[in-house]
């Protein structure tokens, strides 16, 4: 899907931001990769903004390791709106459990992703 098409009050959702974070090419492409954008609630999305930090950006290995693993994940899963949050979010968990000087990170990672996943699920109504 290289388009994303909206219905009406909803926007798109950049799972990392601030944009001012990702400032290479290869950031830039990461950021904006379709995988990394979900059609969201604008209500959800307002909420979600208002009440949750940037996520810490991923070291950049750890940039290309993610689109690979999302790469594979079959397309009955990708039907999911909030598949790539979810599975992102399974990624750094993998990390999280690892003893290493990044593990903490990536917990903190996940822990905001998840975040994310509760305000986007949210069913709110606008009218």
Partial sequence: MSHIE?????????????????TSRFDKAFRNAT???????TIN??????QVSAPPKPDKQDMFNLLD??????????????????KSAEYFGRLALEDTDYS?????IQDNLEAQMGYLALKLSSE
Avoid: C, G
């Avoid at 909206?6 to 990702?22: G, S």
């Avoid at 995988?35 to 609630?41: F, H, L, M, Y």
């Avoid at 903490?104 to 903190?108: E, N, S």
């Fill in 45 to 50: 999305h307002n909420l979600m903004h208002s």
């Fill in 6 to 22: 909206l219905l009406p009050k909803w926007n798109v959702h950049h799972i990392w931001w601030e944009r001012r974070d990702y």
């Fill in 104 to 108: 903490f990170k990536a917990r903190r």
């Fill in 69 to 86: 693993y999302l790469e594979e994940t079959p397309e009955a899963i990708q039907m999911d709106r909030l598949w790539a949050l979810e």
């Fill in 35 to 41: 995988e990394n954008k979900i059609a969201v609630p």
